[in-house]
């Protein structure tokens, strides 16, 4: 079965640089989530689009923005990186509410 | 605001043991509560999801329930092996659009041979 894809697995920015994490949901699912993973911390609601319109905002910084294209697939831009960015980021879709199913992650380490 | 507790945070037993893990949230307004497993640096895998209309969830050796009046939610591990060692997340969803999942701290879980 298909699962959520997310690219690309591993990133190395340095500071002040820009990054973006692309993320291709199930096929026919309506909503799509971004979260944030810090070292030893559990995961923390970035931002959610439900038919490719924004439909929650957490704790995302004005650095970053996400949007998802006609196809569905979303991505996550994060200008300005800085040290404390460093974190897993996990992409996710569900169907009319059904659970969640994660991609694997993006692992970002900003150095 | 959600907030959603995970006791207890780490737990160590012999294998064979069955395993209890205990989630508590706050506002008992639930759209549905998930249970995922994550290993070292890895991502999530969904373990059961539990309706906010449905007491219990099974798949072979886990069981989960719910409690959404006393806004509690147990995960069990039947006869748990060392390949169980894990974190163990709960999870909750909102009721409203979008569906918002609210982490717990997890559950650390060291299986011994």
């Known amino acids: 079965a298909a699962g959520v894809i997310q690219s690309p697995r591993h990133l190395i920015k340095e500071k002040r640089e820009t990054a973006t994490l692309k993320c291709y949901p199930i096929?026919?699912?309506?909503?799509v989530y971004w979260y944030q993973q810090g070292p030893g911390q559990d995961p923390q609601f970035l931002i959610s689009f439900y038919e490719k319109m924004q439909s929650d905002k957490g704790s995302i910084p004005d650095r970053f923005s996400a949007q998802q294209f006609s196809d569905y697939h979303s991505e996550l831009n994060m200008s300005s990186l800085e040290l404390g960015d460093s974190a897993l980021y996990f992409c996710?879709?569900?169907?009319?509410?059904?659970?969640?199913?994660f991609g694997s992650g993006t692992r970002l380490t900003v150095v | 605001k959600q907030e959603v507790t995970q006791i207890p945070a780490a737990l160590s037993v012999p294998e064979g043991e069955n395993l209890v893990l205990n989630c508590s949230f706050t506002?008992?307004?639930?759209?549905?509560l998930q249970w995922f497993r994550q290993d070292p640096g890895k991502g999530l895998t969904s373990l059961l999801l539990i309706q906010s209309s449905q007491r219990e969830q099974t798949s072979g050796r886990l069981n989960a329930s719910l409690d959404k009046s006393s806004g509690r939610s147990t995960l069990y591990i039947a006869a748990s092996q060392p390949g169980d060692s894990a974190t163990y997340l709960c999870a909750v969803g909102e009721e409203a659009a979008g569906n918002k999942l609210t982490f717990g701290g997890g559950t650390r879980v060291l299986v011994k041979p």
């Open positions: 506002d008992s307004a639930i759209y549905n």
């Open positions: 996710a879709s569900s169907y009319r509410g059904s659970g969640y199913t």
């Open positions: 096929p026919r699912h309506d909503t």
